[in-house]
């Protein structure tokens, strides 16, 4: 076990080298600059020119990657052409925002997807099931932005229940520990920025749910109503268990496999949503960060952003293939 | 069964605790609105912007965001009279130019202090003038656009600045008297000496906080303490904070400020980018205003009962045309045809915002230098088919660029401006080859830097009063994006900047503006068209400027 770790473990670095190359080079194909964009309608050819002299635009490309590849190696990722400001800095400021935004999108979903998918499966046929399933199909179908701006339009601006965008009202006093705006409240005993935030992450929370939500609740229902044709169930009502036992021991328990895999590939759609939802919330969180940088040209943050992605991504499947290994011995891990 | 259903129920638990306790925040929210955050003082203004600043020193500064909270920080020697671009007493009371206007000595207000507690006085502005003239290395120079632009040139030139500096000296005979000395006479001057980065900063903050620290690092800037943190001004607010996580400027009144007192106790900038969501907050009452409502957002704003306040037009659109990159359009009247086959009525009446008017010239008519006499070109097809047919030129074709992704307070709709233009050029027989790009994924470079171009859109919002600031800008020189290969157009151009005495200065450019709309022609000017301000209907003393330079202090919360 610990040999195939290091081994994936190693098999990363040269992964991560040529995406960096990649990346980097990817950047400077498209169109456009940073030279351009920071001028605006002031740009002059010569100004572009010495923008890029200044910045060593200008020079070849493998001479530009040799100096970021040093720098990334020493840990520094460069400083974000937009604000002048450390990149680490600002992914770091932005992270939890956008792991706040996730999480109750996610307990949204599984919280309420695996008990409404439970019971149109077992209302199947009836009201309740085609109330579902007609719902859960406008929620897959819907935009993440239109509904979005839909839930603003009706919730903030029509009957003002909740803040229309950001992460915290601006005359709230509330002091920054961990970056998570509703648990700094809680640790600092500031309960009234607490609930600020929490108002603030209502809306967005709904807005990215919808789509996970929808696809829990179909998967579950389908599993459970698999589930309940198959024979052991048949058995197992035929051995006379109360019914209530055959739904929690043996259909639940077995209907629930495909939906932990269904919540597992969730995680990373859900991460797609959020640049959606941050830009229609004003977010301020990874997505916002990583939209800002393509429409400005901010090379470094762009290339922190896509390599710290990779190696997220990376990792996160080495888990999984460990995960793996440990729930289903007969997987091997070689 | 049991377990499920207790499952079930714990989870609905937890969505009615979830929303009783945002209500309780909605009604926590509602009561702060209430008050307004008002009572016995003036309240915390928030506005909508939508950018964030670079940074907050002037001189660094180029772009409308970074401008912004800069100058309700700091005063310039000269400044802007409020919802013009007319000049009126700033830090200095008197400007006096010399008979030959290579000195100018400015009269100073006395008792004046930097936010620091320093005293603001003729070292002061004389430690200002030289900071920007030694200003140390590239990065620092390559950041001082407005400086380099006015001034031509640095004590020792590391980046493209390489004229000799239009700054000489400054001296300081006594604490109220500044004399600027420069090295050749502009007729930029005096209006020049109101743009907000040549604002004044206290010396001992700029020494602190290693102002001029500016470093390349990477492929970025990075700046000293002193225009990150510690900007240092006489202006009506100090700085507070910038909250990058939340994206927020909060600054506080300054009590001591030399003249009227600003009425809010704080001003809250709140970095919106989407201009739908600065609307929805203004609705939602979490705003208290915003800058640059979309022109299809004005009538329904007016009606929902919030003020939008028409800024008075200080900009120009211009169907650009590149004379290199297709020999056709070297000729005048291909050039001319292009202008008549133009329905700039029908642009303004239906693309553009209220307020939009017909361009006749290259500048607004707020401008010194405007040609009064000069009539807009008509729009008649049948004039530009006979220009296009006498100039062998009946089956023209042209690469069209536009941009995308963009709105410019000029161009609040690049995409449907072009297909209206496009649309009048066929009907004249041109044919078009639409190339739209986005502004900054390669629009920019194909036009101002590479002139891969026929026909473009771009324009231009001025900085000062001063037709230079327009005219000389497009048509001082040889650019990509215009192929101009007449030097003669250059030279008439730059005898006009040349000539200093206001007047005779605004007669050489009514004559210039005469000439590129009869001689030149190097392109259409197609509009100006005023971007709006919107606030909730409690504030008051918003004061629309068409130099977008809006001074919060005279702003108060009913």
């Known amino acids: 076990m610990l040999r195939f770790v290091l081994r994936r473990l190693l098999q990363v670095i040269p992964t991560l080298l040529l995406l960096s190359l990649l990346v980097f080079a990817w950047l400077r194909s498209l169109p ?64 939890p925002a956008t792991v706040e935004l996730s999480v109750t999108a996610l307990v949204i979903a599984v919280g309420l997807g695996i008990p409404l998918g439970y019971l149109a499966a077992q209302h199947r046929g009836r009201p309740l099931d085609v109330a579902t399933v007609i719902g859960t199909l406008v929620g897959v179908a819907v935009p ?53 935030a929490l108002d603030h992450l209502v809306l967005p929370a709904i807005t990215l749910a919808t789509i996970p939500l929808a696809v829990i609740v179909r998967i579950t229902r389908a599993s459970v109503l698999d589930v309940l044709g198959s024979d052991f169930v048949r058995t197992a009502n035929s051995k006379g268990l109360t019914p209530g036992t055959v739904r929690s021991r043996h259909v639940l328990r077995n209907a629930l496999l495909p939906v932990s895999t269904t919540i597992g590939l969730q995680v990373g759609l859900l991460l797609a949503g959020a640049v959606l939802t941050e830009k229609v919330f004003v977010w301020g969180g990874i997505g916002t960060l990583l939209a800002d940088s393509i429409t400005l040209k901010d090379y470094p943050r762009l290339q922190a952003l896509l390599l710290l992605g990779a190696l997220v991504y990376v990792l996160v499947n080495l888990l999984v293939d460990l995960s793996y290994a440990i729930i289903d011995p007969r997987v091997r891990l070689s | 069964m049991l377990r499920s259903a207790r499952r079930l129920s ?48 002037p001189l660094f500064a180029q772009d409308g965001e970074t401008f912004r909270p800069a100058r309700q920080m700091f005063d310039t020697l000269i400044t802007y009279k409020q919802g013009t671009s007319d000049l009126e007493p700033g830090l200095a009371l008197e400007w006096t130019p010399s008979a030959d206007f290579t000195e100018w000595t400015f009269k100073l207000r006395e008792g004046v202090k930097f936010h620091d ?76 000496f109101g743009l907000t980065s040549l604002s004044m900063s206290s010396p001992a903050a700029l020494q602190q906080y290693n102002a001029d620290q500016v470093e390349q690092s990477g492929e970025a800037f990075t700046y000293g303490p002193y225009a990150t943190e510690h900007p240092t001004g006489t202006g009506p607010f100090k700085f507070e904070s910038y909250d990058r996580t939340a994206n927020v400027i909060t600054l506080a009144r300054n009590d001591d400020y030399w003249g009227e007192k600003a009425k809010v106790d704080k001003l809250i ?38 003020d939008v306040l028409v800024r008075p037009v200080f900009n120009i659109l211009y169907l650009g045309i590149n004379q290199k990159n297709n020999p056709a359009l070297q000729d005048i009247r291909v050039r001319q045809a292009i202008a008549y086959a133009t329905d700039r009525e029908s642009l303004v009446r239906n693309q553009l915002p209220e307020g939009a008017v017909v361009a006749t010239q290259f500048l607004p008519a707020t401008v010194d230098g405007y040609a009064a006499d000069l009539q807009p070109i008509p729009y008649d097809p049948e004039k530009a088919k006979q220009l296009l047919a006498e100039a062998g ?4 074709t042209v690469n069209f660029y536009y941009p995308t992704e963009v709105t410019r307070p000029y161009m609040p709709d690049p995409v449907n401006i072009f297909t209206a233009l496009q649309e009048n050029l066929r009907q004249a027989g041109i044919t078009v080859n639409a190339v739209p790009q986005p502004w900054n994924g390669g629009y920019l470079d194909s036009i101002t830097a590479n002139g891969v171009h026929d026909l473009h ?30 030097t003669a157009l250059f030279q008439e151009v730059g005898a006009a900047d040349a000539t200093v005495d206001p007047t005779a200065h605004a007669a050489a450019y009514e004559q210039v503006n005469r000439d590129l709309m009869t001689k030149y022609l190097p392109a259409v000017p197609l509009s100006s068209s005023p971007p709006a301000i919107v606030v909730r209907d409690n504030i008051s003393g918003v004061i629309p400027s068409p130099l977008t330079d809006e001074r919060f202090y005279t702003v108060s919360k009913g």
Do not use: H, M
Not at chain 1, 44 to 58: C, H, K, Q, S
Not at chain 1, 85 to 93: N, S, Y
């Open chain 2, 393 to 396: 030129q009946s089956n023209l």
């Open chain 1, 32 to 95: 456009g600059g940073p030279a351009s964009a920071f001028l605006g309608d002031r740009a002059t050819p010569e100004r572009i020119a010495e923008l890029n002299r200044v910045l060593g635009l200008d020079q070849p490309i493998f001479v530009q990657y040799g100096r970021f590849l040093g720098r990334v190696l020493a840990g520094d990722f460069g400083v974000s052409t937009i604000t002048g400001q450390p990149v680490l800095a600002e992914i770091g400021r932005a992270l």
């Open chain 2, 457 to 486: 859109l771009l324009g231009w919002t001025g900085d000062y009063n001063d037709a230079g600031n327009f005219v000389g800008t497009f048509f001082g020189r040889n650019k990509p994006e215009f192929g101009i290969t007449d």
């Open chain 2, 269 to 306: 900038f709140k970095v919106i980018p989407d201009a739908n969501a600065r609307k929805q907050e203004l609705q939602a009452g979490t705003i208290d205003g915003y800058d640059y409502p979309a022109p299809a957002d004005w009538e329904s704003l007016k009606s929902g009962g919030f």
């Open chain 2, 117 to 192: 507690g320093t005293d603001f006085n003729a070292e002061a502005v004389c430690f200002n003038f030289n900071r920007w003239l030694n200003l140390p290395n590239a990065a620092a120079q390559a950041q001082a656009i407005y400086y380099s632009d006015t001034f031509e040139g640095f004590a020792s030139n590391q980046a493209s600045a390489t004229g000799t500096p239009v700054y000489n000296s400054c001296s300081a005979p006594d604490p109220a008297t500044a004399v600027v000395t420069l090295n050749k006479a502009k007729g930029a001057f005096p209006a020049a």
């Open chain 2, 10 to 57: 714990a989870a609905c638990a937890a969505g009615v605790l979830a929303v009783t306790l945002a209500a309780c925040a909605q009604s926590a929210r509602d009561d702060g609105a209430a008050q307004g955050g008002a009572g016995a003082t003036g309240g915390t203004l928030v506005f909508g912007v939508p950018g964030a600043p670079d940074n907050f020193d």
């Open chain 1, 144 to 196: 993440v932005f239109f509904l979005g701006y839909l839930l603003k339009a009706f919730f903030a601006v029509e009957l003002g229940w909740f803040p229309p965008s950001g992460r915290q009202a601006v005359d709230v006093d509330a002091t920054n520990v961990t970056g998570f705006a509703v648990l700094d409240g809680l640790l600092t005993r500031e309960f009234d920025a607490s609930l600020d």
